[in-house]
């Protein structure tokens, strides 16, 4: 995710305590699916470039597949 604000260690991305395991893009939606080696901790991070906005979703390890497929419906 070019310029986005959750700073892992894929392209142009800062934070070397993130590893990006997954990544989808659709119609300007940019989602990814991050592991922190701090925490040991899954987030499904989401970026909307049509609304500008983003938000992060905590991953139980048994639904991480799931929260990344739909970062929305657990957003909610």
Do not use: K, Q
């Not at 070019?2 to 939606?29: K, V, Y």
């Not at 592991?35 to 989401?46: C, D, F, K, P």
């Not at 470039?49 to 390890?61: I, K, L």
Request: aromatic content about 8%.
């Amino acid at each position: 995710m070019s310029g986005n604000p959750f700073n892992c260690d894929g392209d142009g991305m800062t934070d070397p305590t993130l590893t990006e395991l997954h990544h989808r893009s659709a119609d300007g939606i940019e989602v990814s699916l991050l592991w922190s080696r701090v925490t040991n901790a899954l987030t499904v991070a989401v970026e909307d470039s049509r609304s500008g906005t983003s938000f992060e979703v905590p991953a139980p390890v048994d639904r991480a597949l799931d929260v990344f497929e739909h970062p929305y419906a657990y957003a909610a």
